[in-house]
């Protein structure tokens, strides 16, 4: 016969102890991945990121858009203005000589420079709009504002196009963007 004591009893009773982390453990950790996701987001500064991505597409278009005018007045001879037997009527006949928006309501450009030399004017991608569908933008409530500026100069004929939403705020010095030629 086994005779089981108190002492006996209880420690063969117990189950063996789980092992885990405790609440205080698992608070610790979740704040150091917290001031470490702070770190590297300060770090990486997103906005400034967006912003960079902004201008160097901005820088993009407008050269887009100089190439497309050189090549339109390289075809015509120097001049914006088409000859009398193929002109589009709808198009500018010259720009102008101070930096004035492209848009519907400025220099209207599209009928100028879409399709022949370039699929569709490309627009700024925060202030820039398109609502156009056709080329010409013919019908009401197409409208237009690239959010770009282009001018020639009278005396030299040299061509410049601007982005004038290159000085992004979180970009401490950022200016507008200018291309001529």
Do not use: H, W
Request: charge should be positive.
């Amino acid at each position: 016969m086994k005779i089981l004591t108190l002492s006996s009893r209880i420690i063969t009773q117990r189950s063996p102890r789980v092992r885990g982390f405790t609440l205080i453990e698992i608070l610790v950790v979740i704040g150091m991945l917290a001031i470490l996701s702070t770190v590297v987001l300060i770090a990486v500064n997103p906005l400034r990121q967006f912003a960079e991505a902004r201008n160097s597409q901005r820088q993009n278009d407008v050269g887009t858009i100089l190439n497309a005018l050189g090549e339109r007045l390289a075809d015509n001879g120097g001049s914006f203005l088409q000859p009398a037997l193929t002109r589009n009527d709808s198009c500018v006949t010259s720009l102008p000589a101070t930096s004035t928006d492209i848009a519907k309501i400025g220099p209207d450009l599209r009928p100028c420079l879409v399709p022949t030399y370039m699929s569709e004017l490309p627009r700024d991608p925060l202030n820039g709009f398109n609502k156009c569908t056709t080329a010409g933008c013919s019908g009401t409530g197409e409208n237009y504002d690239l959010g770009y500026t282009v001018a020639q100069d009278a005396t030299t004929g040299r061509i410049t196009v601007c982005a004038p939403s290159a000085a992004e705020p979180s970009i401490a010095s950022s200016t507008s963007f200018c291309l001529t030629r």
